[in-house]
T-cell receptor, first 114, second 110 residues
C-alpha cells in the first residue's frame, strides 16, 4: 500500500515532442506528490509538485495532471528539449507521516533525440 | 548558494575499512535524511533525524550508523564497507514536505 508505481521505465522522445510519465498510488493518506529530476552524477532536484485539491499544475513546460479518484498522476513535458534528458522520479508523501518521508517511484529514464 | 553540501564528492575505501561521509545544510531544516542510491534505482532511505531524534529504517543494516551533532551537520558512518555498499549516498533536508537533496557522495569499495 506504500508503493508508488511508475511507468514507463524508459522513454525516447523527439525534440519538440511531448514526454509523458505516469504514476499510480494506493495509499489515500498521501497528500503531496512531487516530481524529481536527476542528472547523472547529481542529486535529485525537486521539479514540480502538486496537492490533491487541484487537478493540474503547470510550471513552464512542465505540467502535473492529477486524478484523485483513479489515484493516478502524470508529468507532461511540452516541447521536450535535449537538456530535459534525465531520470525522473515521481513520489508521494503524507503530511501526517513522521518527518514527511517520501515514497519514490522506480524512475523513468528520458532521452530526447535532437 | 549551496544549500545541502556533501563531502567528499567521491570516496574510495577498502573492503572493511571504516568510512565517514558528511553533510551540511544552510537551510536550518529540522529533518535530515540519508539515502543510498544504486545505479538505475530510486533512492533508498537509510535513516533520518527529526531534530535530534534518530529514526532508523527497519531494513537498514547495522553496518550503517549516523550522527547529528547539531542542526547543520549530519554524518554517515559505514563501519565495515562491503562491495555491495558501493553506491551514491545522498543527504537531504526538509522543513515540511519538500526535500532538498545534496549532490551526493559516490562511494567506491575496492
Amino acid at each position: 500500500q506504500q508503493q508508488v508505481k511508475q511507468s514507463p521505465q524508459s522513454l525516447i522522445v523527439q525534440k519538440g515532442g511531448i514526454s509523458i510519465i505516469n504514476c499510480a498510488y494506493e495509499n489515500t493518506a498521501f497528500d503531496y506528490f512531487p516530481w524529481y529530476q536527476q542528472f547523472p552524477g547529481k542529486g535529485p532536484a525537486l521539479l514540480i509538485a502538486i496537492r490533491p485539491d487541484v487537478s493540474e499544475k503547470k510550471e513552464g513546460r512542465f505540467t502535473i495532471s492529477f486524478n484523485k479518484s483513479a489515484k493516478q498522476f502524470s508529468l507532461h513535458i511540452m516541447d521536450s528539449q535535449p537538456g530535459d534528458s534525465a531520470t525522473y522520479f515521481c513520489a508521494a508523501s503524507s503530511e501526517y507521516s513522521s518527518a514527511s518521508k517520501i515514497i519514490f517511484g522506480s524512475g523513468t529514464r528520458l532521452s530526447i533525440r535532437p | 548558494d549551496a544549500m545541502v553540501i556533501q563531502n567528499p564528492r567521491y570516496q574510495v575505501t577498502q573492503f572493511g575499512k571504516p568510512v565517514t561521509l558528511s553533510c551540511s545544510q544552510t537551510l536550518n531544516h529540522n529533518v535530515m535524511y540519508w539515502y543510498q542510491q544504486k545505479s538505475s534505482q530510486a533512492p533508498k532511505l537509510l535513516f533520518h533525524y527529526y531534530d535530534k531524534d534518530f529514526n532508523n529504517e527497519a531494513d537498514t543494516p547495522d553496518n550503517f550508523q549516523s550522527r547529528r551533532p547539531n542542526t547543520s551537520f549530519c554524518f554517515l558512518d559505514i563501519r565495515s564497507p562491503g562491495l555491495g555498499d558501493a553506491a551514491m549516498y545522498l543527504c537531504a533536508t526538509s522543513n515540511r514536505n519538500e526535500q532538498y537533496f545534496g549532490p551526493g557522495t559516490r562511494l567506491t569499495v575496492t
